[in-house]
């Protein structure tokens, strides 16, 4: 591209600076008068005058905004929204503050930023390299009704949610959970785009909130909508949660709060996070797939859960016609594009029970018409449901250091990495298709062992095939990495800071793997008796 063409085709950027000004003087929004933003009401004007491709530059202080309000039955309402290819910027963490203000609309969820995923303004709906950054964000819940109030919520390519500190996060309703930061790579329903790329949070803080919630609250989500569970699943490309620093306090370890959610993606990436003193350290997955994803180089201490993967799940019910099968394999056709995929796991209920049953999809024939694996005798035509299965097509958790809770409760599940296979029953099909866990460290806080804390280090349910290799345990329960439902299992080289091997453990069969150390002392064994 020449030069001419290059200046023709990009966006100018704006640069605006806004302060919280002492003086009546309205400002003219460069760096030596900048606009005065006192109220809510005041910056959510002058932030409604920008156009896309706008950077903010917020002075130091406390500024407040409306934000974005998305109520129950879906209406959304915005103070002020933010636009494609603009760069909040405050001035530093803990310098510049925004503040959530007026949240009182009963069981409304509020972000400080956000946006309409389905404004008819283009420029709105989809903000593509928007970036939020280098600012505190006061989601202000003890100051608020009863909602849910939270910090950002983006949907874009290339968009950046990156040194933002988070606090007073939370809800206070009893219908509405809370999801404190949200980076949306995948809508299956919007009129615009369904996935985006490249988009994430990084080097983020979130700290303790002022009040207690009322339900479950997620801190840094990365995914599709939160609470859309339908059968047509869309999958952003490339998206990460890296770098991030997660430490609620003592005074919440015990809620029920997630630290970081990541779904709906091809090559997502978890990687560099510090995550304290909680309950669920992540990523957690449960009504979303995932098609491939690398969990590598995380720090959890005293949680109760450090990755945790509840598959296995269904989504909505989508009615199916044309359900028939023929003894070889089932099809049937969809009302509209379910997204489908070879291999994918889905659930069939129809014909009075006779198609029921958990199947594979073998063929995609079009957007509507699909094969899957049913070799019963000839049946149908006739109409049934179909369910997707939500799971994860390929996984690898490595280089991560999971210090566990101290406890010695059974009312709290401990485990390290933990990967559930839902509602299904006995597989094949399987919820889940590769997963390798390597080199991760899994120890009680501060290596304290022998005291009979509750705990495993690994348990793997529902997996096609899964590779556990060299990873240093030490917790106190026997049999600490355990397998049940799953395919091709291979454990290598697993064992304790002093040395000895662990060997998996297989539920299905109360018995323990062997390996290739194993092997070779029962083979050394064998030798020296056959010398006789």
């Known amino acids: 591209?020449?030069?001419?063409?290059?200046?023709?085709?990009?966006?100018h950027r704006i640069n605006v600076w806004i302060a919280v000004r002492t003086d009546s003087n309205k400002g003219c929004g460069t760096q030596s008068d900048p606009y005065n933003a006192k109220t809510a009401e005041q910056l959510d004007a002058i932030?409604?005058?920008?156009?896309?491709?706008?950077?903010v530059h917020l002075g130091p202080g406390t500024f407040k905004t409306k934000g974005v309000r998305i109520e129950s039955n879906g209406t959304i309402t915005a103070g002020c929204q933010i636009k494609r290819g603009w760069k909040l910027i405050g001035s530093g963490v803990q310098v510049t503050t925004l503040q959530l203000d007026g949240a009182t609309t009963l069981d409304a969820h509020y972000y400080a930023v956000g946006h309409d995923f389905e404004d008819a303004d283009e420029t709105i709906a989809l903000a593509d390299h928007a970036e939020v950054c280098e600012l505190t964000i006061d989601c202000n819940?003890?100051?608020s009704g009863t909602v849910a109030c939270g910090a950002v919520r983006l949907k874009g390519n290339h968009t950046r949610i990156r040194r933002v500190m988070i606090v007073n996060w939370g809800t206070k309703s009893t219908t509405t959970p809370c999801v404190a930061v949200a980076s949306v790579i995948s809508d299956p329903n919007s009129t615009l785009t369904d996935a985006v790329a490249d988009a994430g949070i990084e080097e983020c803080v979130a700290l303790a909130s002022d009040t207690a919630s009322s339900r479950e609250c997620t801190?840094?989500?990365v995914g599709n909508v939160p609470g859309s569970e339908q059968v047509a699943e869309s999958f952003g490309r490339n998206p990460f949660i890296r770098n991030c620093h997660i430490d609620p306090g003592d005074a919440l370890k015990d809620a029920d709060i997630k630290a970081m959610v990541m779904g709906s993606c091809i090559q997502g990436k978890v990687e560099g996070n510090q995550v304290h003193r909680l309950r669920t350290g992540g990523p957690f997955l449960d009504n979303q797939s995932i098609r491939s994803i690398v969990v590598q180089s995380n720090v959890y201490r005293d949680v109760a859960y450090g990755t945790l993967w509840d598959v296995g799940q269904l989504s909505s019910a989508e009615n199916v016609t044309g359900l028939e099968r023929d003894g070889a394999k089932g099809w049937f056709t969809a009302a509209s594009d379910m997204?489908?995929?070879?291999?994918?796991r889905i659930k069939i209920t129809g014909g009075s029970g006779a198609f029921d049953g958990i199947f594979e999809v073998t063929k995609v024939n079009s957007a509507t018409e699909y094969e899957y694996s049913d070799t019963r005798s000839s049946a149908g035509p006739t109409t049934g449901n179909l369910y997707k299965v939500f799971g994860i097509d390929n996984a690898e958790v490595k280089d991560n250091v999971i210090e566990l809770r101290e406890s010695t409760s059974g009312s709290l599940p401990i485990m390290g990495i933990h990967i559930v296979d839902g509602v299904l029953p006995a597989p094949p099909p399987y919820s889940n298709g590769s997963v390798r866990v390597v080199r991760n460290q899994i120890h009680y806080v501060n290596w304290v062992i022998g005291n009979g804390y509750s705990g495993r280090a690994i348990q793997i349910r529902g997996v096609k095939n899964v590779q556990v290799q060299d990873n240093t345990v030490n917790v106190d329960p026997a049999n600490p990495i355990r397998d049940q439902r799953n395919g091709q299992v291979?454990?290598?080289?697993?064992?304790t800071p002093e040395g000895t091997l662990i060997r998996g453990y297989k539920e299905d069969t109360n018995q323990l793997y062997n390996e290739l150390e194993t092997d070779a002392e029962d083979a050394l064994v064998l030798a020296l008796f056959n010398r006789r």
């Open 1 to 11: 591209m020449s030069l001419i063409d290059a200046l023709l085709l990009d966006a």
């Open 47 to 55: 932030l409604n005058t920008l156009p896309a491709y706008t950077t």
């Open 141 to 143: 819940l003890g100051g």
């Open 219 to 221: 801190l840094f989500h």
């Open 339 to 344: 997204r489908l995929i070879v291999g994918d």
């Open 490 to 495: 291979g454990y290598f080289n697993n064992r």
